[in-house]
């Protein structure tokens, strides 16, 4: 069993990664390993839609996205980290889940891998940039793994997350969740042959002739 977790902070000791490491220590104890793999640092560039992906199986852009196509087909599950800028994720981690998800999307089964967001801020903010990471999985067959609060920390440095003490909580009943609800699914997976299929015979476009 394996997660892939992405830290979308270009701090990478910062607030984010403190969160992240809470999570990846305990999916550790719960016998899940994983990839940390941070995206913020790297040159990424957004979805330009031309669809090269369709004919080819990856992405026009040969970057970090295309390397990390054929991990995400044999994870388990992912993790998206990110600081709040305006409210939102980080333009860059926004960059690499538009590109990662669209030029997947014939080549990767989705269906059944688990993801969970984390976030961090300072202060507001936090609420909206979750719903926007969701938004990948929800739409993807991708079960979002809960805790017992939203799943965020607090802080302006990553010290400041050490205090706070109900974050790191929530981090590590996350990582409890995740890991129960992988091995769940491969329970069912190997006792019922596979996933449930995924009907995709309609696509409604309310603009054709």
């Known amino acids: 069993m394996k997660v892939l977790i992405f830290n979308g902070s270009a701090h990478i000791n910062g607030c984010t990664a403190r969160a992240l490491t809470e999570l990846e220590n305990t999916l550790h104890d719960n016998g899940v390993d994983t990839e940390l793999i941070n995206i ?29 196509a054929p991990k995400f087909a044999e994870a388990d599950g992912i993790v998206v980290g990110t600081p709040v800028y305006y409210a939102h994720a980080n333009g860059q981690a926004i960059a690499f889940l538009d590109r990662l998800f669209y030029s997947t999307m014939t080549t990767v089964d989705k269906t059944m891998k688990v993801g969970a967001a984390v976030i961090s801020s300072r202060r507001a903010g936090s609420t909206s940039a979750m719903d926007e990471i969701n938004k990948y999985f929800t739409i993807s067959s991708m079960p979002v793994v809960s805790s017992t609060y939203w799943n965020k920390v607090h802080g302006f440095k990553a010290a400041d ?49």
């Open 40 to 68: 913020a640092n790297r040159d990424i560039r957004g979805c330009i839609a031309c669809n090269h992906c369709r004919e080819h199986g990856q992405c026009v852009f040969n970057d970090i996205v295309n390397e990390t």
């Open 161 to 209: 997350v050490d205090n706070d003490l109900e974050g790191l909580q929530t981090m590590r009943n996350l990582g409890r969740n995740m890991a129960f609800l992988i091995k769940a699914i491969r329970s069912q997976r190997e006792a019922n042959g596979g996933v449930p299929e995924q009907e995709r015979r309609y696509f409604t476009s309310f603009f054709d002739d």
